[in-house]
């Protein structure tokens, strides 16, 4: 959860979802970042086969951001 809180104090969020359009279960994840009081979709990926899969890729991204 504190990676969370740090994350979102850099003006980023991390979304993990399901993927409705797949047969597999695979999970989706997007990292959003704030700008002007709105939400912009920086990145997105699929193909996680677990929602813990696509946060570990994710918090990886974000750690790597230099901005």
Known sequence: ???LFN???KNLW???TP???T???EWVV???KRKNSEWMPELTEGGFRT???AYIWAFG???YDKD
């Open 51 to 53: 929602a813990q899969d």
């Open 14 to 16: 991390i979304e993990v």
């Open 7 to 9: 994350i979102l104090n």
């Open 61 to 63: 991204q974000v750690d």
């Open 19 to 21: 993927s409705i359009d």
């Open 23 to 25: 047969k597999n279960d």
């Open 30 to 32: 997007a990292i959003y």
């Open 1 to 3: 959860m504190e990676k």
